[in-house]
């Protein structure tokens, strides 16, 4: 007998607990792919929604949360050519927008949305990297296009979307900078960035390691844009993921340096544009293939039954890397 329901999580109101329901298995529409949900990735943003103070992910309560997945297809939709049943995906698919999010065993995904995921990653290990992955390309990418020889430094380096910026930028050739707390050092040497400690002025370490002169790039992944502008050489490119708050333009006016926003929800919540997230998902898949990228994964394991702890430890500000949900085995 066919599965004809499937179990997913359910947030009714703000800050209210996680509620296990039954829903109808979904059906692949033209241009979609029905994925078995294996693991779901936790963001901070997953956390803002659910305390009901993310307005910019426009997901109305009730709501079902998580916006990254690894899993496989069950089942191709109209149109749909690059896809398979039993292929291997990954994808920032939804949990915004209204769109069901990844805390459930299925779900419909816009084919344009997903990439086959790395073969040499699991499924929890592949659920922690669609939503930094995207967001760092778009900045060292799209934005910036590091390219050999710049020097590039990210500010909040050890965090989810900071490490992700940090390895493609190395990958493209950059020298690597992470301003980050002292403790994340060993990591950062990990991946073949130069730590910096975030309690040095900026002055201090702009001269130790530009001469001066001011970084190529520098990405802001944690909202200090006043250390970006200084931190940034003439001409050069500041970028970020976390533009909130008042800033003076003066520094970086100084500079003739320009700067520029990362939003990645938008092909999320237009619907515009989706075709580059899959595409990018197919880049960092090679990526992570030829060993050139990989997640930082926190090492305390959850299931759907045990979500609203999964929560807590985002939360908390513990977790050592990210937190995955695994949905099915």
């Known amino acids: 007998m066919s599965v004809q329901t499937m179990r997913a999580l359910q947030v009714d ?3 209210a607990a996680l509620k296990h329901i039954e829903l109808p298995l979904p059906n692949a529409g033209s241009g979609e792919v029905v994925v078995k949900i294996r693991a779901s990735g936790v963001n901070p943003l997953d956390i803002k929604i659910r305390a009901g103070s993310a307005a910019h992910a426009q997901h109305p309560f009730p709501a079902i949360l998580g916006m990254d997945l690894a899993g496989e297809v069950h089942q191709v939709g109209e149109g749909v050519r690059n896809f398979s049943v039993g292929d291997r995906v990954w994808a920032m698919a939804g949990g915004v927008g209204g769109v069901q999010g990844s805390m459930a065993e299925y779900a419909s995904v816009d084919a344009r949305l997903l990439a086959k995921m790395p073969r040499n990653l699991s499924m929890r290990q592949a659920a922690a990297m669609p939503l930094v992955a995207i967001t760092a390309w778009e900045g060292i990418v799209d934005i910036a ?3 050999a020889g710049d020097k590039v430094l990210v500010i909040g380096a050890a965090g989810g979307v900071g490490h992700m910026a940090l390895q493609l930028a190395k990958a493209r050739g950059a020298e690597t900078y992470g301003l980050d707390s002292a403790d994340s050092a060993g990591y950062l040497r990990s991946i073949g960035a130069t730590p910096i400690n975030r309690e040095t002025p900026v002055s201090h370490f702009a001269e130790q390691y ?5 970084f190529d790039v520098v ?3 944690v909202g200090s844009l006043d250390t970006a502008f200084q931190a940034v050489r003439t001409f050069g490119t500041v970028t970020s993921s976390l533009g909130w708050g008042t800033h003076s333009l003066a520094p970086l006016s100084f500079r003739s340096a320009r700067y ?8 999320l919540l237009t619907g515009q544009g989706r075709e580059a997230h899959g595409n990018i998902l197919s880049e960092v898949t090679k990526l992570v293939e030829a060993g050139k990228v990989s997640p930082r994964l926190d090492d305390h394991p959850f299931w759907l039954h045990d979500a609203d702890t999964a929560h ?3 939360r908390s500000g513990q977790a050592n890397g990210k937190v995955v ?3 099915s085995e």
């Open 325 to 327: 949900i695994t949905v």
């Open 13 to 15: 109101t703000p800050n």
């Open 260 to 267: 520029a926003g990362v939003f990645t929800l938008r092909p």
């Open 219 to 221: 990405y802001d992944c």
């Open 145 to 147: 296009n590091v390219k």
């Open 312 to 314: 807590e430890w985002v």
């Open 210 to 214: 530009t001469s001066g002169k001011g």
